[in-house]
């Protein structure tokens, strides 16, 4: 019998999550069935699109229930096997998250191959989800070219990070990022060399965006919406695009939140902005993985993390997460 720690849901959460809204338990797990595999997880991914699965609404993803024991990605190595397509000591990308142990059907699992010099929790961030999100939002959502300016918010996140990396190895005119610290802001301008990055919180976004793109953006990777938004559209030049990935400003609000004021501009400008979800995109994965794999290898793309140890550090990693404590992926390490 083996003892596996899990994060379950306690109560929905009133804006930002608290701990009153988890509750860490230890539940026993049989031996895996025919067909399944055991793993015991080494590293577990927080996301802010978990947030919205708190709610009792439905968002892109069904909601968790009270009592449950939350879902996620994770890494894990397999301990007991009763399938031979997955066999004990492989590690293995997977949606059991935020426990320790589990049982899982090993159809539904990835086999993940080591590569030199890459930790395995790269598949959570810059390898996995994170990472091809950015890469289709970028190239194929907001329609990239070569000499584009493009403006990416959160830009010192999982995503963000990799996208303004991913514009300047595809030839961008100028990568402009922004972010809500000062070292969050010299990290991405001296170590991910983007071409100029703000602090959000030291003034009006609108304005920090003007000085960093005097003559406009024609791409806008939008992590944040709220504030970020309209200052894009402000900037965008005729026929921008926006890939309106995520809006983080926004996960934790109690009220409607207002748009953009500015939205009359997409008419003159004739902009786009496309919401997407990276699901439908995996067909892209393999080019991905081969492309952005190369970056890393060759030290052209760099990535971070941030990781907190432990199981009962998971819901402390997410709410971090929620409030700018992570540079890069936020990872919790088991
Ligand atoms: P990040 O690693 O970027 O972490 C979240 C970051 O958001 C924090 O570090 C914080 O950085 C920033 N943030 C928090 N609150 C605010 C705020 N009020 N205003 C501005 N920034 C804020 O997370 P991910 O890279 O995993 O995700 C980035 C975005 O992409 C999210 O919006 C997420 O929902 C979205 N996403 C969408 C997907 C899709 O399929 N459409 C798939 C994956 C992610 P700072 O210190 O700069 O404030």
Known sequence: MTTSREVQLAARPVGAPRDSDFNLVNLTLAAPAAGQIQVRNLYLTVDPYMRGRMNDTRSYAAPFAIGETMTGGAVGVVTHSEDASVPVGAHVLHDQGWRTHANIDARRVKVLPELPGVPLSAYLGVLGMPGLTAYAGLLRVAEFKAGDVVFVSGAAGAVGSAVGQIARLKGAARVIGSAGSADKVRHLTDTLRFD?????????????????????????????????????????????????????????????????????????????????????????????????????????????????????????AFMGLLQGQNTGKMIVKL
């Not at 501009?265 to 995996?282: A, D, E, S």
């Open 196 to 316: 100029a990055a703000f602090n959000y919180k030291g003034g009006p976004v609108a304005e920090g965006l003007k000085a960093a793109a005097p003559d406009g953006i024609d791409v806008y990777f939008d992590n944040v919406g709220g504030e970020h938004l309209e200052a894009a559209i402000g900037s965008m030049r005729p026929h921008g695009r926006a890939a309106i990935c995520g809006m983080i400003s926004q996960y934790n609000a109690t009220e409607p939140t207002p748009a953009p004021r500015n939205l009359v501009q997409i008419i003159g400008k004739q902009l786009t902005l496309r919401g997407f979800l990276v699901g439908p995109h995996y067909d892209l994965f393999d080019t991905f993985a081969q492309e952005v794999g190369g970056w890393i290898a060759s030290g052209e793309l760099k990535f971070d993390e941030t990781v907190v140890e432990g199981i009962d550090g998971t819901p402390a």
